[in-house]
């Protein structure tokens, strides 16, 4: 049974599982941050797609979704996150992605994804609008 939620209202963290994916959610510095674990795919991209539109129409164009703990990724999944990008932006806004060297970096970097998205190696340097993730 799928069903996403966002902050509670005492602001603190909020997490939903379906049975592939689990999406926690909590705010750093402002950004809104989602993180995924498992799969991002045909099956739970719709659950993310919800959480990242719900994220929006309460307001919150400033997102951070956090890849690290996703295995696999597919055009279902991408279809989300890009979504959730021109949504973003249609508001003065941005998601930037998490993502560590790996199997989903790669599939960033050949869909040619790091130029649409802000990718970061780590999460706190996504929080900061650090150091982000060559596009070599």
Do not use: C
Not at 3 to 13: E, I
């Amino acid at each position: 049974m799928a069903g996403v939620q966002g902050m509670n209202v005492n602001g603190q963290a909020s997490e939903h599982h379906h049975e592939d994916i689990s999406i926690r959610v909590h705010v750093a510095d402002g950004l809104h941050v989602f993180e995924l674990a498992g799969s991002l795919d045909i099956a739970t991209s719709p659950s993310v797609r919800a959480a990242l539109t719900d994220a929006s129409e309460r307001g919150d164009h400033r997102l951070i979704v956090d890849l690290t703990k996703v295995e696999f990724l597919d055009s279902t999944g991408l279809g989300a996150l890009i979504g959730g990008q021109r949504r973003a932006k249609e508001f003065g806004g941005e998601v930037r992605l998490v993502a560590k060297e790996g199997q989903i970096l790669r599939l960033l970097r050949i869909t040619g994804l790091l130029k649409v998205f802000a990718v970061y190696p780590r999460l706190d340097d996504a929080v900061s609008d650090g150091e982000r993730v060559g596009d070599l």
